[in-house]
C-alpha cells in the first residue's frame, strides 16, 4: 500500500455562483466568494503540514496568509485544487471530509452573517427561523466535491491524475438533488430558491397576499441597504436592495459580501463599478477570455510539468490580466482565475484589451508560451440592457469561439466571437480566427475603423450590404457563389467612397479591398461579413454612444 495520495478538491457550481445577477456587484461577489473558500480550503490544506504538497494552483503557505492589495479586490483562484498528500487512506479521507466541512461552515456563516446586516432587529427566534431557512437553501445549493486517489512511486503522475479526473467526473454526474420545498416568492436575483420570509404561507393565500408577507420581512432591512429618493433606473442611486427585490439566502449573502470582507480583512472594499461608470458613452464591453485546449497543457507525464503550467497561469491571473484590463485599458476585472477572464471595458479599448490578452497568454513570459491560444466573447451592449442577458450572451459567444474552424486554413478555436446589440435591440454578431493572413484580427478592425474615421464614407458599407444582403436568402448559402464579384464590388463601393481630398492610389486601393477580403475569407458566413462590416461603423462613432 502507498500513502501517496493525488487529490482533487473542487467548490461550486461555478455557473451559479456567478452567472444569476442583476448588479456588477453580484458578479463580483459571486466569484469572490467562490475564490475565498478555495483559499479557507488550501489554508486547511496547508494545516496538515508536510502531508500536503499544491500543485494546481500553486499558491504558498505565506502567499495565503498575506493577500496583496489587488488579490484583496479580485478573485483569483480556480475552483479546484490538485494537491499531493502524504498519509494513511484513513489520514487522507480523514483530512478532505474536515475541509469540505470546513469549507461549508465558511460559506454558511456568511450567509447567516449576511441575514444579520440586512435584518438586525430580529428576535432570536425570528433569526433561528430565517437561518433554518438558510441553512437548507446553502446545504442543496453548495457542491463541494473531493477523491483522493492512490499514487504509488512508480506511476507516472499524468496516469494516476487522469484517473482521479474520471472518478471525480463520475462522481458529479451521480450528484442528488435535494430539492427544497417551496411555497412563498421566488428570489428577484437567482429565480431559483425561495425569498427568505417569517411569515407562514397558506394553501390558499393569492399573489397578492404572498407578495405582502415577503414584502413585511424585507421592510425590516436595515437603512443601510434601503433605496433613497432618485431616479430608479440609476442603480448607483438605489439602494443595495431595492424595495420591490426579495432575495433567498445566497443571493443575500452576495448582495452583503461587500460588508463581510471588509470586516474580514480590516481593509476597506469599495462597491464594484456600475455600467454606468464603464466608460463615458452610453455603452459598454463585456470580456470573456478562456484558454483553449488547457487538458493538453496541464497533460505533463511529470508533476513538475505540470506545476511550471500552474506558475505560469499563476502569474497570468494575478500579475498580467489585471494590468491589461485595468491600468493599459481602464476596465473592471470581475475575476481571472488562471485561464479564465472577465471584465466590464469601456467600448473603444474592448479590442485592444482582448489584443493584448491573446498575445500576451502566448508570451513567453507573461503567459504559458508559444503555442497557447485563447478563445474571446465580446459584447458590446447598451447600458440598460439587462446584465443577466448581456452576460449569458458572453458565455454563448465564447463558446461560438472555441468552435471556430476554417477547413481551407486548418485554424481552429483561437477565435474573437464579436457583438453588438443596439439599444432598438438590434444585434450584429461576427466570428473571427485571431490570426488573418499574418496579422492580428484585431488589427485589421481597428485599421479599418481608422479608415472609416478618416478618408472614406460609411455610406459604402451600406450600399454594399444592399445589394449583396438580398444574394444570402438561405441558411444552406453560407457565402457568396461568386467571390471575384464580391472582390470586385467592393473595389468599385470603396472607390466611390473615398471622401474628397483623399488622393488614393491604384495600390491604396488594391491594398484596402484585399484586406477586406482577407475579413471575408477568414469568418464562417456571409452574414459574418456583413455584420462586421456594420459594427465597424459602430466602433467608428467613438466611445460608443447612440446617434
Ligand atoms: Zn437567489
Redesign the pocket.
Known amino acids: 500500500m502507498t500513502n501517496r495520495y493525488i487529490v482533487l478538491f473542487t467548490v461550486g457550481p461555478v455557473q451559479s455562483f456567478i452567472a444569476?445577477a442583476r448588479k456588477t456587484e453580484d458578479f463580483w461577489s459571486g466569484s469572490y466568494i467562490l475564490s475565498h473558500l478555495v483559499r479557507e480550503a488550501m489554508k486547511r490544506f496547508y494545516q496538515y503540514g508536510a502531508g500536503c504538497e499544491m500543485i494546481y494552483p500553486l499558491v504558498g503557505k505565506e502567499e495565503l496568509r498575506t493577500l496583496s492589495l489587488r488579490e484583496l479586490r479580485v478573485a483569483s483562484l480556480p475552483n479546484r485544487l490538485t494537491a499531493v498528500m502524504e498519509g494513511t487512506e484513513t489520514d487522507v479521507c480523514g483530512w478532505l471530509r474536515e475541509t469540505e466541512q470546513d469549507v461549508r461552515n465558511v460559506f454558511l456563516d456568511f450567509c447567516f452573517q449576511a441575514v444579520s446586516r440586512m435584518f438586525p432587529h430580529l428576535s432570536d427566534d425570528e433569526r433561528q427561523q430565517l437561518e433554518t431557512m438558510v441553512e437548507q437553501q446553502v446545504q442543496s445549493f453548495l457542491e463541494v466535491y473531493w477523491v483522493a486517489e492512490p499514487y504509488e512511486p512508480s506511476a507516472s503522475f499524468r496516469t494516476v491524475r487522469e484517473r482521479a479526473e474520471r472518478r471525480l467526473g463520475a462522481l458529479k454526474n451521480e450528484k442528488h438533488y435535494a430539492s427544497v420545498p417551496q411555497q412563498g416568492l421566488v428570489?428577484s436575483?437567482?429565480k431559483?430558491?425561495e425569498a427568505l420570509r417569517l411569515e407562514e404561507i397558506d394553501d390558499f393565500d393569492r399573489y397578492g397576499e404572498i407578495k405582502r408577507k415577503t414584502a413585511n420581512l424585507w421592510k425590516r432591512r436595515a437603512g443601510k441597504f434601503q433605496g433613497r429618493d432618485g431616479d430608479g433606473e440609476d442603480e448607483r442611486r438605489v439602494g443595495r436592495v431595492k424595495d420591490n427585490e426579495f432575495?433567498?439566502g445566497?443571493?443575500l449573502g452576495k448582495r452583503v459580501a461587500r460588508d463581510y470582507f471588509t470586516d474580514l480583512f480590516g481593509a476597506s472594499f469599495r462597491p464594484f463599478p456600475s455600467v454606468l461608470d464603464i466608460g463615458s458613452g452610453d455603452y459598454y464591453a463585456v470580456l470573456m477570455m478562456d484558454g483553449d485546449n488547457m487538458g493538453r497543457w496541464f497533460s505533463g507525464e511529470q508533476k513538475e510539468e505540470y506545476s511550471r503550467t500552474s506558475q505560469k497561469l499563476a502569474r497570468f491571473s494575478k500579475e498580467v490580466v489585471p494590468r491589461i484590463v485595468e491600468q493599459q485599458c481602464h476596465g473592471e476585472l470581475v475575476y481571472a482565475g488562471g485561464d479564465d477572464v472577465l471584465a466590464f471595458l469601456p467600448v473603444d479599448e474592448a479590442l485592444k484589451a482582448a489584443e493584448l490578452l491573446r498575445l500576451a497568454f502566448s508570451d513567453e513570459q507573461q503567459g504559458l508560451g508559444e503555442g497557447a491560444t485563447a478563445s474571446f466573447g465580446l459584447v458590446i451592449a447598451h447600458k440598460k440592457a439587462p446584465l443577466q442577458h448581456v452576460l449569458n450572451e458572453a458565455r454563448a459567444l465564447e463558446q461560438k469561439a472555441k468552435q471556430y474552424r476554417n477547413e481551407q486554413t486548418n485554424q481552429q478555436k483561437d477565435a474573437l466571437a464579436l457583438a453588438v446589440h443596439t439599444r432598438s435591440g438590434e444585434i450584429a454578431e461576427a466570428i473571427l480566427p485571431w490570426m488573418i493572413k499574418g496579422k492580428m484580427a484585431s488589427s485589421r478592425l481597428e485599421q479599418f475603423v481608422a479608415l472609416l474615421k478618416t478618408s472614406i464614407s460609411p455610406n459604402f458599407i451600406f450600399h454594399f450590404t444592399q445589394a449583396f444582403a438580398p444574394l444570402l436568402h438561405e441558411k444552406d448559402c453560407p457565402k457568396w457563389e461568386n467571390r471575384d464579384m464580391l472582390a470586385v464590388e467592393l473595389r468599385r463601393l470603396l472607390k466611390r467612397s473615398v471622401k474628397e481630398g483623399n488622393q488614393w492610389k491604384e495600390r491604396d486601393l488594391r491594398s484596402h479591398t484585399d484586406a477586406l477580403m482577407a475579413l471575408y475569407d477568414a469568418v464562417p458566413r456571409g452574414y459574418d461579413f456583413l455584420h462586421l462590416l456594420k459594427m465597424l461603423t459602430f466602433f467608428r462613432r467613438s466611445e460608443g454612444s447612440d446617434v
Open positions: 444569476s428570489c436575483v437567482c431559483e430558491r432575495l433567498c445566497i443571493c
